[in-house]
């Protein structure tokens, strides 16, 4: 591809995703539309996904971040129901949805049919993060959703190995299929235990928050590319080092995180919209080859193909809610009771997404022996129109069915009150060992300046309290986006000042850059504190 059609895809995208922004329409949505919309604008570039693309320079930096942003603790807790989902609910998809394939589409082989269902049952984490992020859901749901699509990938791309497999000739048996599942699972696990351990020892003992985030940018690749190497799973291996960077993420050093923050979020912003411009880009090369299945035929397929994919979810998701509190007695001890309402969302909440697809363009294009592989453009096809039909349907009724179902918002007051307690002990164990240390002869520092670090541990102790305080009946602002705006106004005057120093050189650029970052790290100090 040329420099300039990338160019405006990038850019094209950031466009059309911070327009979104402003939008009740999630940008996933709007970002594939506005791809179906532009792919048949004469002129427009032929933007082919790439699967030597998009599987090992798109999806890793993608999984790395939501995995880093992911918690732990939350996903140890939900293991049973996310396991379920990313390998019980991969399989299931993978057989009702091929099996229900060769029984609608004449001509089409099982073989190929299983291909077809191993390649639409995963739910994307780009469109799952996107969405959830955006509706609000609650966070059980947010972790189980998030989790599962971190994990499904490994196990949609080895059902499709096995598939494919079958499907061009070189044999595959059922042994076979666990066998290969379980080599790349265990792998993937053990190259990201392997890799975790001296990746962050690496992290906390370089000196420069540059090198850091040039290593956070190599990470994914490399734990995917290792992965890779050995015949494992490299998804596995970049979520399993990812989820434990992020757990241990405190260790890092302060400047790490801060540019690290703003270099993801960047990076995660370009290549989401991108990739979700992609996918409606794809509709003509698709349409373009999909040979003898035209019209209403065409038709009748997606639409057959679309239902199976969102029934499947819900025949697999109500039981596996429900029957393990039935089997087991530890279960039902230890977990709440399950509503018929979060098992609605969670199925409703699957969306597909650009791993679908660019698994599908890696369907080989001939069999052991040259002939086409069967039913390849129709597969494409089917696997087009079932992540259209999911984003679309499926995104923007998912925000209705959640208000729907009436769950209980988030109780803010409590959770401001659970922080300020957490700060409240931070802050008295921070001013023992403030006293401990000004004690000492050695760290003997004028009364100012210890006064100014005590100031500062009381600013941090009160500005949580604050804000329970109530609206200001004047400007209608609560008392931390007072405190924001103030402080802005105070920093931005010292800006301009500095500014005309320099425009008087008084001070030189150099002098100017330092003091401005000054300025800048204290502005972002007291968005947080008031955040």
């Known amino acids: 591809m040329d420099v300039l059609p990338l160019l405006l895809l990038v850019a094209g995208s950031a466009?059309?995703?911070?327009?979104?922004?402003?939008?009740p329409?999630?940008?996933?949505l709007l970002l594939v539309a506005a791809g179906l919309v532009v792919s048949y604008v004469p002129g427009v570039p032929d933007y082919t996904l790439e699967p030597d693309v998009v599987l090992p320079l798109v999806l890793p930096p993608l999984l790395y971040k939501e995995g880093t942003e992911s918690s732990y603790l939350d996903l140890r807790a939900q293991l049973r129901p996310v396991g379920l989902l990313s390998v019980g609910y991969v399989l299931f998809a993978t057989f009702v949805v091929g099996w229900a394939a060769y029984l609608v589409v004449p001509g089409l082989p099982l073989p190929a049919a299983l291909v077809l269902g191993a390649v639409v049952a995963p739910t994307d984490a780009v469109a799952a993060a996107a969405i959830a992020r955006r509706v609000g859901l609650p966070s059980r749901v947010t972790t189980i959703l998030q989790g599962e699509s971190l994990l499904n990938d490994a196990t949609a791309i080895t059902a499709y190995r096995v598939a494919v497999a079958a499907a061009v000739g070189e044999g595959s048996t059922w042994a076979g299929g666990i066998g290969e599942f379980l080599r790349a699972a265990i792998g993937g696990v053990v190259v990201g235990l392997v890799l975790m351990v001296p990746i962050h020892w690496l992290?906390?003992?370089?000196?420069?928050?540059?090198?850091?985030n040039t290593l956070s940018l190599l990470?994914?690749?490399v734990a995917y590319g290792v992965a890779e190497q050995v015949h494992a799973s490299g998804v596995l291996a970049v979520v399993v080092v990812a989820v434990y960077l992020g757990h241990r993420a405190w260790e890092v050093d302060f400047a790490t995180r801060l540019q690290e923050e703003a270099v993801w979020k960047m990076v995660a912003f370009l290549l989401e919209s991108a990739v979700f411009a992609l996918i409606g880009l794809q509709l003509p090369p698709i349409l373009h080859g999909l040979g003898t299945y035209q019209g209403a035929d065409a038709v009748w397929y997606a639409v057959a193909v679309f239902l199976v994919v969102v029934a499947t979810r819900f025949v697999w998701v109500y039981p596996a809610a429900f029957l393990p509190r039935l089997l087991s007695r530890r279960i039902r001890e230890r977990e709440e009771n399950p509503t018929w309402r979060a098992p609605i969302v969670t199925s409703w909440a699957a969306m597909r997404g650009v791993v679908s697809?660019?698994?599908?363009?890696?369907?080989?294009?001939t069999v052991h022996g040259g002939a086409p592989f069967p039913q390849r453009n129709l597969i494409l096809f089917l696997t087009f129109t079932t992540v259209i039909g999911t984003l679309v349907v499926q995104g923007?009724?998912?925000a209705p069915v959640i208000r729907l179902m009436r769950f209980p918002g988030r109780d803010r007051q409590a959770e401001t009150l659970a922080e300020a307690n957490a700060q409240a002990q931070a802050s008295r164990a921070a001013e023992n060992r403030l006293e401990e240390l000004l004690s000492d002869e050695r760290n003997a520092l004028p009364p100012p300046l210890a006064d100014r670090l005590?100031?500062?541990l009381e600013r941090r102790r009160n500005a949580v309290w604050e804000r329970l305080g109530q609206v200001n009946p004047v400007t209608g602002e609560s008392v931390d986006d007072t405190y924001r705006r103030l402080s802005r106004?105070?920093?931005?005057?010292?800006?301009?000042?500095f500014v005309k120093l320099r425009d008087h050189r008084y001070i030189d650029d150099e002098m100017l850059r330092g003091l401005l970052r000054r300025l800048d790290l204290e502005e972002a100090a007291a968005y947080r504190e008031a955040s």
């Open 15 to 23: 466009a059309v995703a911070g327009a979104a922004r402003r939008t």
């Open 25 to 28: 329409v999630p940008a996933p």
């Open 203 to 212: 992290r906390t003992h370089l000196t420069e928050a540059l090198l850091q």
């Open 219 to 221: 990470i994914p690749f």
């Open 357 to 365: 697809l660019a698994i599908a363009f890696s369907i080989p294009a």
């Open 396 to 398: 923007l009724t998912l």
């Open 454 to 456: 005590r100031g500062a």
């Open 489 to 497: 106004e105070m920093i931005s005057a010292e800006r301009e000042v």
